[in-house]
């Protein structure tokens, strides 16, 4: 078992995460081995040529990222953080899902996928973490 004994007490604990949760961000799902986190898209999350913020989705992917980090090691904070954004959102929803691809002594990296509702691949985000 992870750190946080259930999913829901990771949500309570995400809630401190206030930039993402008044974005609309949740913590959907939390295992061992995954996190998936999703959200509503809404004219909110637009810039100024009418699509999604790049910061939506990357913001988005963070959480997924953190929930999944925290869950293998608390306190974990990002190292290095990269990601590629693959195409526009045409769905409603982004879902980000998250695993670990390497969970050493004292670093981890984590892999979070990122989609639209309708499966559409929208960006990949690569993050390290650094166990303290």
Known sequence: MGTFSSTEEAREYFKGDRFATLNGMQLDELTDE?????MTLGDGHKNANGGIMGGVMFTLSDLAFAALANQIHRPTVAQQVSINYLSAPKGER??????????????????????????????????????L
């Open 34 to 38: 995954q996190s998936v986190c999703s």
């Open 94 to 131: 982004l879902i980000a899902r998250a695993i670990c691809k390497k969970n050493g002594r004292s670093t981890l990296v984590i892999n979070v996928d990122v989609t639209d509702d309708t499966g559409r691949e929208v960006a990949q985000f690569i993050g390290s973490g650094f166990k």
